[in-house]
């Protein structure tokens, strides 16, 4: 039975990019870094992860009580209606309470009477509804002045739950003013999420700030696009693991083969001249379709899931490809059996 020890390294291949791909949706994959109740109103967030097309994220400006959301504030429910929305993406909701609200990607419809307050204000970011899933919160205060809570959220104040009063309690106009580039996703949630002189920049006063041409004003001081940096360490050693994992399959492939040859021959030392008989004739080719095969793979994740391509990638491709193109070879060398 040849199967097992053929098809093995790509289905575990397989496997870790499914697990990586269907990721759950979690605290922190989006973050608030714009807060307008005065004017129209309006918010702007960063994605810190891809965002499917069809994906569904809703706003809810009423007060969480640790179990349900009281009423009698608005609820928007913003789709994802273009292609995938990249990581870093700065997404701009306009004109909330003006009746015609608009947003910078997608579609949003709004729910109940949406309107920020200028104080003691609590905005939402969760999936579901009821919320399976928060993903960020902001309060232009505290949460406890706002009359709401973080307990079963899963959000936590200094990284994905931000507290304005930090630097302006009940803050009007409120937009992050820190790195937008340099840093990985945590490192900017710990940044947005803990207001500071340096990171958040506000206004509050009676009267409209929101256009009043000094700084913050809405949408015109809304923060440009992230870069976010690579996270190069998870990938690199994602790689290594499948290497690791690979070779560790590979020896034991060699060790049954030195076993059958003890068996048949009374000498594992029999095993090296069956190995030095592979050929590039029946090598390369195997070599070409395992290529082919992980290009697919590669090729379905962006394509499907929108994958996008690391810098390890070829060589991790390159590398395991080589492994798995001999594994295959030693293991349909008939010399062996
Ligand atoms: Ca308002
Ligand atoms: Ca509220
Ligand atoms: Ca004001
Ligand atoms: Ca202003």
Redesign the pocket.
């Known amino acids: 039975m040849k199967f097992n020890k053929l098809y093995f390294p790509p289905l575990l291949l397989i496997f870790i990019f499914s697990a990586s791909l269907f990721a759950q949706t979690n605290p922190g994959e989006i973050a608030f870094v714009a807060y307008n109740?005065?004017g129209t109103?309006g918010f702007a967030i960063v994605t810190f992860v891809d965002i499917p097309n069809g994906a569904e994220i809703i706003f809810n400006e009423n007060e969480w009580d640790g179990t349900v959301f009281n009423t009698g504030e608005g609820v928007i429910t913003w789709t994802n209606t273009g292609g995938i929305i990249a990581e870093g993406t700065v997404i701009v909701f306009e004109n909330l309470?003006g009746g015609s609200s608009s947003v910078s990607h997608g579609s949003i419809s709004t729910s109940g009477s949406f309107?920020?307050?200028?104080s003691g204000e609590a905005l939402y970011a969760h999936v579901g509804s009821p919320p399976t899933s928060f993903l960020a919160a902001i309060a232009n205060n505290d949460f406890t002045a706002a009359g709401a809570s973080l307990t079963g959220t899963g959000l936590t104040v200094g990284s994905t739950a931000i507290e304005l009063d930090a630097v302006d309690a009940d803050a009007d106009v409120a937009v992050y003013i820190g790195a937008n580039s340099g840093l990985s996703a945590a490192g900017y949630l710990a940044l947005i999420g803990t207001p500071s002189a340096a990171t958040w920049d506000t206004q509050d006063a009676s009267g409209d700030q929101s256009q009043d041409a000094t700084f913050p004003d809405f949408p015109d001081d809304v923060p440009g696009n992230f870069t976010i940096s690579s996270a190069a360490v998870p990938t690199l050693s994602e790689w290594g693991m499948i290497i690791m994992a690979l070779l560790m399959g590979l020896m034991a492939m060699m060790a049954m083969q030195a076993q059958t040859a003890v068996q048949h021959t009374g000498n594992a030392l029999s095993l090296v001249p069956a190995m030095i008989s592979i050929s590039r004739k029946t090598f390369l080719p195997k070599l070409g379709i395992t290529y082919a095969v992980l290009i697919v793979i590669f090729l379905m994740a962006m394509l499907l899931f929108g994958y996008e391509l690391t810098a390890a990638d070829p060589w991790g491709v390159l590398i395991s490809g080589g492994i798995i193109a001999f594994g295959w070879t030693l293991g349909t060398n008939q010399d062996m059996s």
Do not use: G, K, R
């Open positions: 109740a005065d109103d309470s309107n920020l307050n200028v």
